[in-house]
């Protein structure tokens, strides 16, 4: 099936927005097996899109429109499509009772610009927005389908799979194939490493497309079969993932929708041991994303974030000579950290990370991206150095992986190699 | 000026790789104050090229392309063009000296196809690449004008305001026009109440182009003025932001490329002020924020994610029969959290936050959103109450963001009402 991408917006053509969305579906799509003929982006502006509608569904089956659902005056994108096939306008009952329903649920003040998420095109078949009050629509059109969802990520995170692919599958039949994707995520090579440890593997005799994702600081490699029948593609799937996972070994760390942070979460949970974390340049964010996971108050018993060294003397009792001799930055101090923060906390474990985040605080000898993580059991303690070269906020978070990845290594037996 | 953008590659299309240049570029021209009239991408396809040149050429009076013009033989950027306006195809000696001299310079090893980007459409003008082996250029075509750029985005960052803008201004003398741009950053209105409050003011007597984007949790309001003279648009920008400000008061917080936390950032540093932060429900995200402005080390000391009553009542002083009578998430906990990182680091200042981020821990009494933050400087202590409604992580966010905004109203003298 071919199929395009219309994005409406001011704030893209403006370059206020970068257009997430567009490459978001194209992955979506190019996943399930479909041609993504061009992706477009026009402001909201009626013969805008009324033309990029004409030129997209001319060299297309189907268009996913997403932007521009708004309550606000600048939202038009419903008149347009409607106006671009000759169609009338009608408020949906239900979509209005649903409306006023989050508005009454959240105690928000109605104003009567929200009525206006209640209207669609005549012939519309309404696509529910289970998180969201913009409820998306599709149009069968000459055989030619229109969907049209909200620009909001969150909302087409779950509008796609629960809306578009449903209805996209029910009305092109060729789309309606068994399609089985598996996505194995990887973290510690460049996407080039990558790419060469899996060149010996013949995907096409598995009959098995594969898409390359670099998701920084994570790669993903995603597999996918398309077939009659469910057991056989899985079967295609399963040997596919054997041979990537045998090639890639211990940087593959978690597959589909499972997150680091998740894994290290649930892994802690289910053996009923709690952590303690020390932060230096990662500044909080190794304790942002575990706690982003449901319920980690279980595990989670406290963090300092030591950005000073009279916090990391007095709350990890960390010496000041070894401070002053090694630096805050070493070895010594990562370890000394992880012991301080496990013995503090009383947990079954401590997890340290310093380093230089940049853009300053480099030297010859450190130079920026230089960060020492160790974990303390009170048994053994593993430290790690590693050097990154990335920008502030990117090696923040790579930082937080490999501080991540070291805890789950270990919580799954894995031994570190140094 | 009407422009357009084309972006080529496969990468795009297939979802790849994320298309961070056509946002880019669109910024860069509607600064200019050109007319962004769409944005396209389509894969490095002979056909999909030629008609996408069609279709945004006439609508526009001069396209950007970018992609496609490397080594190898998936690049077909350069024949393609060629071919759309029916030229032949010419070696430029310069640009093939200027590749063989790259190649020596980093002793690379030369392979004939690297010839290939020194080839050029007959009548086109060069563009030179100081920073990579893809020279761009630039074909006028029935008053048109084709530029073509390679994809690499530090490339580009080089070429555009070096390469593309002065070629676009010689040849379209009224792309010269003077453009003011300002966005004014708000926090704590809905979208629907910002347009709300906005709806007196008439911006088109005041050729004020006005743009909302939300961007969770923050409203931003762009405003545009375009013209001859650089003191006429400053003055109707200026007329227009004193309306917007007026009217949104209180909720404006930043203006432009300026962040919450950057501003939070430059006042305690210029104050020489310091700041300890005890974070319970926003789980390190508050320090996270804090600590992606360089040099934030100058004035935070420490931060304490107390994630367990016992954190909270011995590295804070939180007495247990104040958490055991009025909770952890209380108003008087988060006083007694505020004042006691404060005293813990020997701060000017301490933060807290405590609260309910969900989806579990909620009760009729205090349920998930419910979030009280404190900020004491030794003399008073801040406290206020409120009642978010979002998922856990946009609970998080947005309670980060309440509680910068309490630092900064704080650090500018203005009263938080209750």
């Known amino acids: 099936m071919k199929i395009g991408i219309l994005t409406i917006g001011n704030e893209l053509t403006s370059g206020r927005t970068q257009d997430t969305n567009a490459s978001f579906l194209a992955r979506a799509f190019s996943t399930q097996g479909w041609q993504v003929m061009l992706i477009m982006s026009v402001g909201d502006e009626d013969e805008a899109i009324k033309q990029a509608l004409g030129y997209i569904l001319a060299r297309s089956d189907a268009v996913v429109v997403t932007g521009g659902l708004g309550p606000t005056a600048d939202d038009i994108t419903t008149e347009a499509i409607a106006r671009a096939f000759g169609l009338g306008l009608y408020t949906d009952d239900a979509v209005l009772r649903h409306i006023r329903e989050i508005f009454d649920k959240y105690r928000l003040s109605w104003t009567e610009n929200n009525a206006k998420q209640a209207i669609f095109p005549e012939g519309a078949e309404v696509i529910a927005n289970p998180v969201g009050t913009a409820a998306g629509f599709a149009l069968k059109q000459k055989g030619k389908l229109i969907a049209v969802i909200p620009g909001v990520p969150r909302e087409i995170g779950r509008m796609l799979p629960e809306g578009v692919l449903p209805l996209l599958r029910r009305e092109f039949p060729e789309a309606a194939q068994h399609v089985a994707v598996r996505t194995i995520k990887s973290f510690g090579l460049s996407e080039a490493a990558v790419d060469k440890a899996l060149a010996d593997l013949d995907f096409e005799r598995l009959g098995i497309r594969i898409g390359f994702y670099p998701n920084f600081p994570e790669n993903h490699i995603v597999l996918t079969a398309t077939g009659g029948l469910e057991s056989e593609t899985a079967a295609r799937i399963s040997a596919a993932e054997a041979g990537v996972v045998s090639r890639l070994q211990k940087y593959v760390f978690a597959y589909d929708g499972d997150t680091l942070e998740g894994l290290v979460a649930k892994m802690l949970t289910e ?28 595990f989670l018993e406290r963090t300092v974030v030591t950005y000073s060294n ?20 070493s070895e010594q101090t990562a370890r000394l950290m992880a012991q301080g923060v496990r013995k503090l906390a009383r947990t079954d474990l401590g997890l340290a990370i310093t380093g230089i985040a940049g853009p300053a605080g480099g030297t010859s000898q450190k130079p920026v991206g230089t960060v020492h993580i160790a974990l303390d059991d009170g048994k053994e303690c593993l430290c790690r150095h590693y050097a990154f070269r990335w920008d502030r906020r990117r090696n923040k978070i790579i930082s937080s992986q490999a501080a991540l990845m070291m805890l789950k290594r270990y919580l799954t037996g894995e031994r570190e190699d140094a």
Chains 1, 2 share one sequence.
């Open 271 to 298: 053996k009923g041991w709690t952590l303690a974390v020390a932060e230096s340049c990662t500044g909080g964010l190794v304790t942002d994303r575990l706690t982003d996971v449901p319920g980690s108050s279980a």
């Open 310 to 329: 009279a916090a990391k003397t007095e709350l990890l009792g960390v010496p000041a000579d070894v401070l002053e001799e090694h630096g805050a930055v």
